[in-house]
């Protein structure tokens, strides 16, 4: 996706900006409560014409009611103000936010697939009419124009669906920044546009941020990826429990500094407690020996009590079908997996579960949870006996259960588990199914991208559950494509090739 320059006039702004004109954001005060619950306390926020500025913090922080007021899906609480190029605007209003120039690129794109790019681009602003009559020939031009605006070099009669993630979200931002003389764009908010993206497509799109601010439109970057935030960002907020606690230029500042900020000393606690752990003497729990299937050619490892194993390796190497294949859930046509010295049989998931052996999935939304059931039947559902005497749940004992379980994960927003899961970040709804495992005290885990797509807050409650696990006796296996995660959790890594393993490093090895 080629990214061309853009120019003043296209998007309707002024060629030049004062120093000293009013931000193009500027936010005091704001706050908003649910109930008891408040999501959003007395926030102060301000961004510069032309500045890309990145709003950070945990699952349920504040960072999405926020971006909902600005959206108008959100009433304030009474006492706040928001000014956009210095003028208020009817916060809680989303004609008013468009008509102050706010444009909002979602992590939904709100695209709809079946139809082709023009239909989509069209379904916000209209079709250009005359006599009743759609001119399908000048909403072409029109769209043509729009997608140039954006680098996106995409047709506009492709539908959706055959897209690549990056360029479905340069149609979304193309439908943001669409040419209207009569509210021109001074805010684009970009809320984790690139949670769903792959590795090679990210720094395309961190290429369309640039290019908009480079016009002197206003950026507020989401995010929980943090190393965008040194890529793109001069100033960085943080938010936590619904407060405003650090708003800083991101010049000068480390990774570290910025996941101090977020979470304290956790994560660093997580990590060290892993190193403590010395687990050459106990025995091993699980053994994989000579285990082929379509995508794995003789894979074979151990893995010992009181031990966190990583797997490594890039796309194609076997790594991403390896656990799921030792759990039973892919086809293993010869071989042998051992728990406790015991065979484990292939494809009998019940008993392998039964046996005491775990495997969280990489794609939480179709292989690791029923997202439309609540987050408390998601939670219990691996095993309900603990909660069943003949003829019904006992549903004080499920409720007890569930909030013991969400109080040990941190998941949030609390009190809230009858709720579907779907309606859950995604942070917190990897918590929930990383619960479901915990609670039937397993011998094994087996955890595919455990925390891939979560804030450096779940990771870190997650990093701190693996830890426990781990010093309880179990064998932990994790399968990551994040070179820093294996580093900081893992006592060993396997570096898989060709459907195996060719090389083994212990942590002081691993970089």
């Given at each position: ?7 003043h ?23 908003k ?19 890309i ?44 936010a468009y ?61 959706v669906?055959?897209?690549?993630p ?77 407060s ?75 790594r ?9 859930d ?10 406790d010295g015991r ?23 179709t ?49 809230e ?86 090389q ?8």
């Amino acid at each position: 996706m080629t990214t061309p320059s853009l120019h003043h006039a296209d998007l309707d702004l002024p060629a030049s900006h004062d120093a000293c004109e009013a931000p193009a954001l500027s936010v005091r005060s704001l706050s908003k409560s649910f109930g008891t619950n408040v999501a959003l306390n007395s926030f102060d926020i301000d961004i510069a014409a032309g500045e890309i500025h990145a709003l950070i913090g945990e699952n349920g922080s504040g960072k999405s009611t926020f971006i909902k007021i600005l959206a108008g899906y959100h009433q304030p609480d009474p006492g706040g103000e928001v000014r956009v190029g210095g003028e208020p605007i009817a916060v809680g209003s989303s004609a008013a936010a468009y008509a102050a120039g706010c444009r909002f690129v979602h992590q939904d794109l709100g695209l709809i697939g079946e139809l082709p790019v023009l239909d989509n681009l069209c379904l916000g602003a209209g079709f250009p009419t005359r006599l009743g009559t759609i001119r399908r020939r000048v909403a072409r031009k029109n769209a043509l124009r729009s997608l140039e605006l954006v680098g996106g070099n995409i047709d506009p009669e492709s539908l959706v669906n055959a897209l690549t993630p990056a360029q479905r979200t340069a149609v979304a931002l193309a439908r943001s920044i669409t040419v209207d003389k009569s509210a021109p764009v001074k805010l684009v908010i970009f809320d984790e546009p690139t949670a769903t993206l792959p590795d090679n497509e990210v720094e395309n799109l961190l290429a369309l941020v640039r290019r908009v601010a480079s016009n002197g439109v206003a950026v507020l970057y989401v995010t929980h990826r943090l190393d965008e935030i040194f890529q793109v960002a001069s100033n960085v907020t943080v938010l936590r429990d619904g407060s405003k606690v650090a708003a800083v230029p991101v010049q000068g500042l480390s990774r570290r500094d910025v996941v101090h900020l977020l979470v304290g000393d956790e994560l660093d606690e997580a990590e060290v407690n892993s190193r403590k752990l010395a687990a050459d003497e106990y025995p091993v729990r699980l053994r994989v020996d000579q285990v082929e299937s379509a995508t794995l050619a003789s894979l074979t490892f151990d893995a010992r009590a009181h031990e966190i194993v990583g797997l490594a390796g890039i796309t194609g190497s076997g790594r991403e079908t390896a656990l799921r294949t030792v759990f039973g859930d892919l086809e293993r046509v010869s071989g042998r997996v051992e728990l406790d010295g015991r065979p484990l049989q292939p494809h009998r998931i019940h008993r392998t579960v039964t046996a005491g052996v775990a495997y969280v999935p990489p794609d939480r939304k179709t292989l690791g949870a029923v997202v439309n059931l609540s987050a408390g039947e998601n939670l219990l559902m691996a095993d309900v006996r603990r909660t069943w005497r003949f003829p019904r749940m006992r549903r004080e004992s499920e409720r007890r259960e569930v909030e013991e379980w969400c109080e040990r994960f941190d998941v949030r927003p609390r009190g809230e588990m009858e709720k579907p899961l779907a309606s859950f970040s995604g942070g917190n709804q990897q918590k929930v199914i990383l619960a479901k495992w915990f609670r039937l005290k397993p011998a094994v885990i087996l955890l595919d991208e455990p925390t891939q797509g979560v804030d450096v807050g779940a990771k870190a409650v997650i990093y701190r559950q693996l830890v426990e696990a781990a010093e309880s006796g179990c064998a932990v296996v994790v399968s990551s494509s994040d070179v820093d995660e294996l580093a900081a959790l893992c006592h060993r890594v396997l570096i898989m090739r060709d459907g195996s393993v060719v090389q083994e490093l212990h942590h002081s090895d691993v970089t």
